[in-house]
């Protein structure tokens, strides 16, 4: 599969503190998917984002399909204990097949 | 909100054996995918499924496994003879196409440790 970059790998972060997180690649998608996934469970999907530049949001959750159709990136504003997790991006191209990146670990301190 | 599910949750197998993990897509859905998730790895695609035949295979599928939909509903991946490195989390997703539009919506996913 395609190789995606995500950074940073984890993050300690304190309640009420924005979090950024972003992915690359070498290769182009046509979809930038963002998904959680939370001990004992399957990822669940954020956001899609489906154009160039495109930004939505999600209650506290933005992210943005860059404009060279190789990266986005993900915020979480005002972080709360619940947002305890991992999330990775992921990639998809004409070929459906999703490409992972490896993950960002959130760790939030009370 | 209809959902993937996986059965079973976790599934214990010695080395050799067969085992075949489960899954029930999203009713209206006609793509199905089975995903792999070694411990503290990332997600890898393992098989994608429409129409009834594989659409599309990784490397790591090899002739130990195999995908069927012995029904309308069921979605299975078997294992013919499980190996110590293929323990990990197994998940099952759907979508309704390809492409733009349909993202992948994932199961809880099935713990397979083979010892």
């Known amino acids: 599969g395609q190789q995606l970059n995500q950074s940073p790998q984890s993050m300690f972060i304190q309640e009420g503190e924005d979090v950024s997180m972003n992915c690359t690649s070498s290769?182009?998608?046509?979809?930038w998917l963002w998904y959680k996934q939370e001990p004992g469970e399957g990822p669940v999907l954020l956001i899609a984002?489906?154009?160039?530049?495109e930004l939505t949001s999600n209650g506290r959750l933005t992210a943005q399909f860059g404009i060279t159709r190789k990266d986005s990136f993900l915020n979480i504003s005002a972080s709360i204990p619940s947002d305890v997790g991992i999330y990775f991006c992921a990639g998809q191209r004409n070929d459906y097949k999703l490409s992972f990146g490896a993950g960002t670990t959130v760790t939030v301190r009370a | 909100e209809p959902e993937v599910t996986q059965t079973p949750s976790h599934q214990v197998t010695q080395m050799g054996q067969e085992v075949i993990l489960r899954c029930v897509p999203i009713s209206n859905h006609l793509y199905f995918y089975w995903y792999r998730q070694i411990l503290g790895q990332k997600v890898e695609f393992l098989v994608s499924f429409y129409n009834n035949e594989i659409s599309e295979k990784s490397e790591i599928f090899d002739d130990q496994f195999s995908v069927e939909r012995p029904d309308g509903s069921n979605f299975t991946l078997k294992i013919r003879s499980t190996k110590l490195e293929d323990s990990a989390m197994y998940f099952c997703?759907?979508?309704?196409?390809?492409?733009?539009?349909?993202?992948?919506?994932f199961g809880n996913g099935t713990r397979l440790t083979v010892t």
């Open positions: 997703a759907s979508s309704p196409s390809t492409g733009g539009y349909s993202p992948l919506h």
């Open positions: 984002l489906y154009k160039a530049g």
């Open positions: 290769s182009i998608f046509n979809t």
